[in-house]
């Protein structure tokens, strides 16, 4: 071997110079060791992507995954995996190859896959790839990685056909190399199709959203179609995945056309066979049973736990002698076998006991309200007055449930609470949190029901009740989602339809469908992003349910309501004509709060609309008011005034105007009053605009803001659907504005969208205060870099800081298991300053010493995940029970008395959840906690220059620099001696 022989490890390091490189790869070309080395580190690779295929081993977290800390697993694994040395080795054959005479270099070879079956069940877009072949894996373990010619894998390197080497790392099940290659191939359909395969086993969410993408550019796309149907299948939506299927088949690909329509019929098979055993279940044996006890079979117990508990209780209280009842007995060892203990088969011997004598004729009451006689307030009454007389209390529990249409009101709840308890079962305190808690919602007390569930929901961990626990995910997902607690909605909602689904329970998971279809299209809103998802859902909800026309306007209406929302008013007027062809031949379905909102838009401009349609809009508006609280008053009158505002502008004002007087005496956790009082004062800003009533457009500004703006110096702006206004007051106060109503979409560009004249008028000022409602609120770069500026969110508190302590919180140490890189160290310290570092800097530590800081800097990772928070969080070091993230919810929670100023040197903490009704995220939770100005950015952070950025920022603070004249002095330094450090213009000042 030749002494350079030895450098090949350095090279493979990529540790030699240019020059040192290029004199080893003309060694390596006449060099056969060498290149034997390189032939067994493809090798190596191969050996490492089929054992990590075949076992990777479980790692323990703290922390349920989420889509951002997965991605973020799987780079760390990618760079400490232990043959990183052979990947880079294998490198050299790309390289080697390319750098060839090509005289030297052999035939192309195209990728073939080898096996005569395939381990993926998903479809590569690469056309090598794609052949069919029967999809066959052991039932001992994941299906063995496939092999492939080094040979070819260096051909497609010598070709350059990235997408061709991606391919391979897929058939050898090697995510992250495939990853590497994809990102660098060329882009294309095929490209994308893969890059969403990759996501398929993780996160079929955001493969679905990716695929869909795909589509809508290629709509024939093949691979798409198939990989979509699995994410389908893979997010619980068995009827949309079979549907899919069937999508496949019509393109009659060979062998790809049979196995789709064998998945297509195998999906349907299994979903409408436990649909029909379901309801049997529920319509006809149930109610049998306690006139027959074993009209249920323990087979279908064991099946459906959570609704044969539910018609047992329903028997037993039904059961008009002791005989039947002891015939229960079998049912009852059963269902306690499945949730635990032996309460049943005791519940079953107590009753059995009773005098039936007293007990049976209100037995029968009950078994015929159980089978759905209707009782008028009289007649319940006189059942229920009935049963305390007999002290029948089991039957009373469930007459008080079924009288109340299963909402027990909160009059009856202390002694429905007292008979839930006196019952000694868990399925009861379950259901007595249930019920408490829904009214609590219902009364709009929110907190007090999350601080009964939550509790609760623990217990659920180690609970095999999951109908029970799955209802309460219900519960409390819908007043997180009426909340807008997005994060938490998720959470809570997919726990409940992953319950629902292992429980077999149909009902609910109708049920819960509807919720995250909602969900959704509120996360849409904020994300642009999840469509899709709106569809798969409500999708979903129609095809299992064909025969309820009702479910199919709904539906539509609601995607119409998303287009609606990104602006596309034309996609939403063809999802309403095909909502409103549907309703003409559906009795049930009747207009609703969503159908008038997407009309009020859509028919906004008169020439848009007829007469009669809009009559017929405000008819159904009419209708809505009879049964509408405060809070959806209020939004009545927004969206009449919203569809009227072009055509009686008085009429609609003094609509608008009444819309924005209700939501200021509204609850504070009414959202739909407060939802309608920012959409009222949005339209009514936009109309002045229009006007070139600019005076009036600063006065709405500042009352929708909660503050006067600034009589000099101030930018203000305003975006809704098609419309957009930017008005400025200059250096003397006089005002300048512009009026647009042409927009076309729902992305902004900050940079463009304060037109070059409104910007001149700014140039004389010191300092440019910004009120900008969302979404145009936390946008960087909405004013040039050499102007002073900063976002203004509420009124102040108090323009002076306490004499509290400047607290630093660096050297944070997240759960490893995320994968997270070690920030540099932090290196400034002044006397005085207090330090949280380490595994010290946990959330609640943190928490506690905001509350008296006067100036904080936050040196931590910043993340955008909302599987973990609204907005952007801060990565904290995790406490003794796993939580790590800072989120906006929390700082809301926790008053800063010392009033301070906030630097967040931290990636992404600037960005907000574009609520339409208010700020949502860590700069706004901020202020509304008292922070004097809030110092952060949207986008990355370099770790190695932030050290001294920030203390240069700091120290032109000290100096008595205001914090947005300080930002724009040490990014102008930094520009001009960095010119590259293009992360500094993303830094912005909230206050």
Not at 100 to 113: I, K
Not at 380 to 403: K, V
Request: with cysteine.
């Amino acid at each position: 071997m030749s002494p350079q022989c030895d450098q090949l490890g350095a090279y493979a390091d990529g540790q030699l110079d240019a020059a040192e490189a290029d004199a080893f790869e003309l060694h390596l070309a006449g060099c056969a060791a060498c290149r034997d080395m390189l032939h067994d580190a493809m090798q190596l690779i191969a050996i490492e992507a089929a054992a990590r295929a075949r076992s990777t081993p479980p790692q323990v977290v703290t922390e349920r995954p989420t889509r951002a800390t997965e991605r973020a697993r799987r780079r760390w694994r990618r760079w400490t995996a232990p043959l990183a040395a052979a990947a880079a080795a294998a490198a050299i054959v790309g390289v080697w190859w390319l750098r060839r005479d090509p005289g030297e270099r052999t035939a192309s070879h195209e990728l073939v896959a080898s096996a005569d079956v395939r381990g993926l069940e998903g479809r590569i877009s690469y056309p090598g790839a794609d052949r069919y072949r029967r999809y066959d894996v052991p039932r001992a373990g994941s299906a063995a990685a496939e092999t492939l010619s080094l040979d070819m894998l260096a051909g497609l390197e010598r070709k350059g056909d990235l997408h061709g080497v991606a391919a391979a790392y897929l058939l050898m099940r090697d995510a992250s190399r495939a990853s590497a290659y994809l990102d660098r191939a060329t882009p294309s359909a095929d490209v994308a199709a893969d890059r969403a395969l990759l996501l398929l086993t993780e996160h079929p969410d955001d493969a679905l959203i990716a695929l869909d993408g795909v589509l809508e550019t290629s709509p024939g796309h093949a691979q798409a179609l198939w990989n979509r149907a699995l994410a389908l299948r893979d997010l619980g939506l068995v009827a949309s995945s079979a549907a899919a299927f069937s999508a496949v088949a019509e393109k009659n690909e060979p062998g790809w056309a049979d196995e789709a329509r064998a998945r297509a019929r195998a999906l349907t098979d299994r979903m409408v066979e436990r649909k029909t055993a379901f309801l049997q279940l529920a319509l006809t044996d149930g109610p049998r049973l306690s006139t027959t006890p074993d009209a249920v079979t323990l087979s279908t117990a064991r099946r459906f736990p959570g609704l044969a508990r539910l018609v047992f209780y329903d028997a037993v209280r039904g059961a008009a002698s002791a005989e039947i009842v002891r015939g229960l007995a079998p049912l009852a060892r059963e269902l306690d076998k499945l949730g635990g203990g032996d309460v049943l088969a005791s519940y079953v011997e107590r009753v059995s006991r009773a005098d039936f004598a007293v007990r049976a004729p209100l037995a029968r009451r009950y078994a015929a309200l159980a089978r759905g006689q209707r009782l008028d307030e009289a007649g319940a009454r006189d059942l229920l007055g009935a049963l305390r007389a007999a002290r029948q209390d089991d039957i009373l529990l469930g007459a008080t449930f079924l009288t109340s249409a299963g909402h027990v009101p909160t009059a009856s709840m202390p002694e429905y609470k007292r008979l839930a308890a006196a019952m000694h079962d868990p399925w009861f305190d379950l259901l007595a949190i249930e019920q408490e808690a829904s009214a609590l919602i219902a009364d709009g007390d929110h907190e007090p029901a999350e601080a009964l569930v939550l509790p609760a929901l623990a217990r659920c961990a180690s609970s095999a009740l999951d109908y029970r626990c799955a209802t309460l995910d219900l519960v409390l997902g819908q007043s997180y989602l009426t909340s807008l607690r997005l994060a938490d909605a998720r959470r809570v909602l997919t726990d409940g339809w992953l319950r629902a689904q292992r429980a077999g329970e149909w009902n609910l998971e109708q049920r819960l469908l509807p919720l995250l279809a909602q969900l959704e299209l509120v996360e849409d809103d904020v994300a642009g992003r999840t469509l899709p998802l709106v569809r798969a859902y409500a999708g979903e909800l129609t095809l299992r349910a064909p025969e309820r026309c009702d479910l199919d306007v709904w539906s539509r209406e609601l995607v119409a309501n998303v287009l609606v929302n990104r602006v596309d008013l034309d996609g939403a007027r063809g999802e309403l004509a095909r909502a409103d062809a549907i309703a003409k031949t559906c009795p049930a379905a009747r207009p609703g709060i969503v159908n008038a909102f997407v009309k009020a838009h859509v028919l906004r401009d008169p020439k848009s609309g007829s007469a009669d349609e809009v009559a017929a809009v405000r008819a159904t508006i009419a209708s809505l008011r009879a049964s509408a609280g405060p809070g959806m008053q209020a939004v009545l009158d927004q969206t009449e005034g919203r569809l009227l505002i072009e055509r009686d502008r008085a009429g609609a004002t003094q609509l608008l105007e009444h819309a924005i007087e209700v939501a200021r005496t509204a609850a504070p956790d009414d959202v739909d009053a407060h939802k309608a009082r920012s959409y009222a004062y949005s339209i009514l800003t936009l109309d002045a605009g229009r006007a070139n009533e600019w005076d009036r457009v600063w006065k709405l500004l500042g009352e929708d803001a909660g503050f006067e703006p600034a009589a000099r110096c101030a930018l203000g702006v305003a975006i809704e659907d098609r419309s957009s206004l930017v008005v400025v007051r200059d250096a003397g106060g006089a005002s300048l504005g512009i009026f647009d109503d042409k927009r076309s979409g729902p992305a902004i560009d900050a940079a463009t969208l304060v037109p070059a004249t409104l910007v001149a008028a700014l140039r004389g000022c010191s300092s440019v205060e910004v009120v900008a409602l969302p979404p145009v609120q936390g946008l960087p770069g909405l004013l040039p870099n050499e102007l002073a500026w900063s976002y203004r969110l509420g009124a102040t508190a108090s323009t002076e800081p306490a004499h509290g302590p400047h607290l630093v919180i660096a050297g944070v140490e997240p759960p490893a298991a995320l994968g997270m890189s070690r920030l540099q160290s932090w290196h400034r310290a002044a006397p005085g300053d207090t330090v949280l570092d380490g595994l010290a800097a946990t959330p609640s530590r943190v928490l506690a010493e905001l509350a008296t800081a006067s100036v904080v800097e936050i040196h931590a990772h910043g993340m955008v995940d909302a599987a973990e928070a609204d907005a952007s969080f801060l990565m904290m070091s995790p406490e003794p029970d796993g939580r790590y993230a800072l989120t906006a919810a929390a700082i809301r929670k926790q008053p800063l008395r010392g009033h301070p100023i906030v630097v967040l040197a931290a990636c992404h903490a600037a960005v907000m959840a574009t609520y339409r009704h208010e700020p949502w995220g860590l700069p706004a939770a901020f202020i509304a906690s008292g922070a004097r100005a809030v110092i952060a950015s949207t986008d990355v952070i370099s770790d190695a220059e932030a050290g001294a950025f920030f203390d240069d920022l700091r120290a032109r603070m000290e100096q008595g620099s205001s914090p947005d004249v300080a930002l724009r002095d040490a990014r102008s330094a930094w520009l001009a001696a960095r010119p590259s450090a293009t992360w500094v213009e993303t830094l912005m000042v909230f206050r």
